[in-house]
Antibody, heavy 123, light 107 residues
Framework: QVQLQESGPGLVRPSETLSLTCSVS??????????WSWIRQSPGKGLEWIGY???????NHNPSLRSRVIISRDTSKNQFSLMLSSVTAADTAVYYC???????????????WGQGALVAVSS | DIQMTQSPSSLSASVGDRVIITCRAS??????LDWYQQKPGQAPKLLIYAASTLQSGVPSRFSGSGSGTDFTLTISSLQPEDFATYYCQQSFSTPYTFGQGTKLEIK
């Protein structure tokens, strides 16, 4: 059974860096079958894909977040992480980690999600 | 970015009703379209991927169709547990984008 679990501070000060970790069980981050994503949900912007990291460390992120995002993975711990710098109140959201599965040339989809972590940006 | 537009934004229906939710993409996304169900306080749950493939374990009353820019999610006979918010999402190109959601409420 694949499970993902987010962890990290629930409150971040404006201009500081938001850091979250996703711990994965039941699947290996060393597998080339999957991409590991961060997605957030806020009342104002709905669901927003933040980016993903691949088993080899390659990553891709939403250009809307400019260069504020770093997504990395630690295969020895089977975890991947999100760092979002220079946060503002607009970054207040529930942050989900998710596994993206792919059927090459046909389908990409998020088949497993963490329960979500609420992060508030406030002084 | 590819814009995803769902309609309606909200919908009232009764148990046993047939419900159709539509999703339109701002450009051709072939069949790279997924549907999710979200209940309050929970993460989204994958229902359908590649426009029409039912995810394992999802009841057969859910079905999806479409390709290109126009897609539909159909629930053939609403059950009490189906009252939730539904989202479409394009996986054709990054940044992946979601529709704004359709809230399905009990009439």
């Amino acid at each position: 059974q694949v499970q993902l679990q987010e962890s990290g501070p629930g409150l971040v000060r404006p201009s500081e860096t938001l850091s979250l970790t996703c711990s994965v069980s039941g699947a290996s981050l060393n597998s080339d079958k999957y991409y590991w994503s961060w997605i957030r949900q806020s009342p104002g912007k709905g669901l927003e894909w933040i980016g993903y990291v691949y088993y080899n460390g390659n990553s891709n992120h939403n250009p809307s977040l400019r260069s504020r995002v770093i997504i990395s993975r630690d295969t020895s711990k089977n975890q991947f992480s999100l760092m979002l710098s220079s946060v503002t109140a607009a970054d207040t959201a529930v942050y989900y980690c998710a596994r993206e599965s792919r059927v090459v040339g046909r389908a990409y989809y998020f088949d497993y999600w963490g329960q979500g972590a609420l992060v508030a940006v406030s002084s | 970015d590819i814009q995803m537009t769902q309609s309606p934004s909200s919908l009232s229906a009764s148990v046993g009703d047939r419900v159709i939710i539509t999703c339109r993409a701002s450009q051709n996304i072939r069949s790279y379209l997924d549907w999710y169900q979200q209940k309050p306080g929970q993460a989204p749950k994958l229902l359908i991927y590649a426009a029409s493939t039912l995810q394992s374990g999802v009841p057969s009353r859910f079905s999806g169709s479409g390709s290109g820019t126009d897609f539909t999610l159909t629930i053939s006979s609403l059950q009490p547990e189906d009252f939730a918010t539904y989202y479409c999402q394009q996986s054709f190109s990054t940044p992946y984008t979601f529709g704004q959601g359709t809230k399905l409420e009990i009439k």
